[in-house]
């Protein structure tokens, strides 16, 4: 029964946490209209998740979420001191392909949105076959650091939360 108004637990409490970030203050209101969007937007949107995303790992998950955002914030520093202090001849933009070694379209998914959310780089394009993906990067003097640094920081890590 729990499962037919909740099919998505994790979305729920993804979305209800969101809505209450967003509005930025805990009322009545607000936990109602959370837990009205937690409940309908999964819900709605059933048909077009026929498996359930399987997250092998909740804590890890938890461990990616915080790392992420910590990437993000040392990630817009960097990007802030490149702009304002690097000649513009002296940066080096590169169009990296990062090869996946992931096989689950959500982990897949994760990795692209975490690589665009970090600042300075932008996940362009994903290969016909779902074998790499192509990525933009602000400054990058050496393209297969960045590559071992997306597989090894971000790629493993999703690897052991959905596979």
Do not use: Q
Request: aromatic residues 6%; glycine residues 4%.
């Amino acid at each position: 029964m729990l499962a037919r108004i909740f099919p998505h637990p994790v979305l729920t409490a993804g979305l209800i946490v969101i809505w209450l970030l967003l509005v930025n203050h805990i009322k009545v209101g607000s936990l109602v209209m959370a837990a009205i969007l937690g409940t309908a937007i999964p819900l709605l949107t059933r048909a077009y998740w026929p498996d359930r995303p399987r997250i092998r790992n909740l804590p890890a998950l938890a461990g990616y979420a915080l790392l992420v955002v910590w990437d993000i914030i040392l990630a817009n520093i960097i990007v802030a001191r490149i702009i304002l202090f690097k000649p513009n001849d002296r940066i080096e933009t590169r169009w990296i392909t990062v090869p996946l070694d992931l096989r689950t379209p959500e982990a897949i998914t994760l990795l692209a949105a975490t690589i665009t959310l970090t600042p300075g780089t932008v996940t362009a394009d994903m290969s016909a076959c779902g074998r790499a993906l192509l990525i933009h990067s602000l400054h990058a003097p050496d393209p297969d650091a960045v590559r071992d640094e997306i597989k090894s920081r971000y790629e493993a890590r999703l690897k052991r939360i959905f596979e």
